[in-house]
C-alpha cells in the first residue's frame, strides 16, 4: 500500500502562514497525492486506527486536546467527514458541536461566547462542524453585522485560537474546499434520493447564487487566520474518499506529534488484595 | 447466521415491571441466547449498521430521541459497551454523557438538576456513562445523602423518566451486571497491562470491598424503577461480546419501534435554477 507522507499531505493543503494566499490556485479537484483509489480507503482504514489508539492515549493522559475545526459550503463534506475520520474512534473520547444560527441568548453576548463554551475538554477530541469563523463567513456575506466589527474579528480569533493552543488545545482548521459544480451535483442528489432529501434546505440554493461573495470571504479568512499556532489547510473536497484521506492523515500528524506517554504503572495486582 | 429474536431478547433480560426482582437469580455468565461466538459478533456488526441507519432517521424525522443509561459496576463494560454498540453510528448523532462526582455547582442543585440539562436532544441517541441512579447507589452504600431523602427519590426518577417518555424520548436502561470474579480478574488486568492501566482506580478497590451493598442497591434501583414506560434490562456481562450484543439488539428494536417516515419530497431538481 502507498500512501502520502503526512509530511507530504501537509505541505501540499497547507495555507502557509504569513504568505498570500490565493483561492483560484488551489483545485478542487486535486487528486496527485491520491491517484489510487483502494490505496486511499485502506489508508485511511489505518489511519482511522491509529486515530482511535491516539485518543485513548490523549484521555489517559489527561494533559491536552485537540479541536478540529470543518468549515466549507453547503455539501462539502463536514457531517461526513466526521463520520469517516473518526469511524474508530469512541463516542465518549469525543464532543461534537455543531454550531448552528445563534440563539437570542448567544446573540446578547461576543460572537466568541458561545465557541468558548463547546471547546473540547482535555483528554477529548472536539469537532466543531463550522464554528466561530462562520462570523466572518455568511456573516460578513449578508452583511448581518457591521463591515468594521467584522474586520476586527479574524485578529480576534487568531489571539483566541492562541489562548487555546498556549493552554493546551491543538487547533487543526480544515476548509472542505468543493467546487461549484461538484455542489450542483450533489444538490440534485440530495433532491433525488428519499435518505438524503432531509438535508436540502432552500436555503442553500441563496447561499449558492452568493458562491463568488462567500469564496471571497474564505480567501480572506484564509489569508488572514492561517497562523502559526493554527494554520488553516485547505483540502480538496470533490472527492469524498480523498478529502477523508487527507484529513485524517493530518489529525493522526498532529496526535502522533504531541508524543504522549501512557501513565506510569505505579502498582501491581500483588500491592492489593484483590480478593 | 442464527441471531435470537429482539423479543427473546427483551423477554430474558427485562426487569418485569411490578414484579419481585431478585438480582440472585440472574446469571452474569449467561450465554443462552447467544451459544456461538461467531453469530453473536456478526449480529452486532449487522445491529450497529442498522442502527446507524435508524439513527440517521431519527435525525432527518426530528420529533423523538433514544436515551440509553448504562449503569453497572466498575470494570462492566460502559465505556467497552458505548464504542461497540455504536461503533457504526456518526459522532454527530451522539451526546454522550460521562457523570462524575458532582461538582460543587451541581451539588447545589437538586441531584436531577445536571441529569436534565444532559438528556438527548430530538434527533439524537444521548448516552449516560453512570446516571442519576448513581444517586440511589454510590450514594446510598456510602450514605452521602439522608435514608429518607434516597427513599424518595426512586418514585422522582420514576416521574422524571415518564416526563421524558411522554415528551418523545424513548428511554433504555442496561443494568450491565458482571460477576465478583469476573471483576477481580477484569482489575488485574487494569494493574498489569500498560494501556489499561490508566483505568485503574484504588477507590473501585473500595467499591470491592463493599459488594455485597453495592448488589442490594441495585436490586432495589431495579426492583423500584423498572416501569412500563422506561424498564431495566440486566445484561449478563461476563462475556463482552454477547454483552453489547444483546444491548445493540434492545436498542435497534426500540429504533425499529418507533416507526418513522423519512421526510416527504416536496421538490424536484427542476423546481429550481440550481445552475
Request: charged letters at 30%; aromatic letters at 10%.
Amino acid at each position: 500500500m502507498s500512501q502520502p507522507s503526512i509530511t507530504e499531505v501537509r505541505a501540499r493543503f497547507i495555507a502557509q502562514p504569513g504568505e498570500p494566499f490565493d483561492l483560484s490556485a488551489r483545485d478542487s479537484g486535486d487528486r496527485a497525492l491520491f491517484e489510487d483509489k483502494d490505496d486511499t480507503k485502506d489508508g485511511l482504514t489505518e489511519d482511522g486506527k491509529a486515530i482511535d489508539q491516539l485518543q485513548n492515549l490523549l484521555y489517559a493522559n489527561g494533559k491536552r486536546s485537540v479541536l478540529v475545526v470543518l468549515q466549507g459550503m453547503d455539501t462539502a463534506g463536514k457531517s461526513g467527514t466526521i463520520k469517516s475520520v473518526f469511524a474508530y474512534t469512541t463516542p465518549l473520547g469525543m464532543q461534537v458541536k455543531a454550531f448552528k444560527a445563534p440563539s437570542k441568548e448567544e446573540l446578547a453576548h461576543d460572537y466568541l461566547w458561545r465557541v468558548h463554551q463547546a471547546v473540547p475538554k482535555r483528554g477529548k477530541i472536539g469537532i466543531f462542524d463550522r464554528s466561530h469563523y462562520e462570523d466572518v463567513l455568511v456573516v460578513k456575506v449578508r452583511e448581518f453585522a457591521p463591515a468594521e466589527d467584522i474586520e476586527q474579528r479574524y485578529e480576534q480569533i487568531n489571539q483566541f485560537e492562541k489562548h487555546l493552543v498556549e493552554n493546551g488545545t491543538v487547533v487543526l482548521k480544515f476548509m472542505l474546499h468543493v467546487g461549484y459544480e461538484e455542489q450542483g451535483i450533489r444538490l440534485r442528489q440530495r433532491l433525488m434520493e428519499g435518505h438524503k432529501y432531509w438535508k436540502f434546505n432552500p436555503q442553500d440554493l441563496e447561499d449558492r447564487k452568493l458562491w463568488p461573495q462567500f469564496m471571497s470571504a474564505y480567501e480572506t479568512m484564509v489569508q488572514r487566520c492561517s497562523t502559526e499556532h493554527a494554520p488553516w489547510y485547505v483540502i480538496p473536497s470533490d472527492s469524498r474518499k480523498r478529502r477523508n484521506a487527507a484529513i485524517a492523515r493530518i489529525v493522526r500528524g498532529a496526535l502522533e506529534e504531541l508524543d504522549l506517554e501512557w501513565p506510569l504503572q505505579l502498582h501491581h495486582p500483588d500491592d492489593f488484595d484483590i480478593g
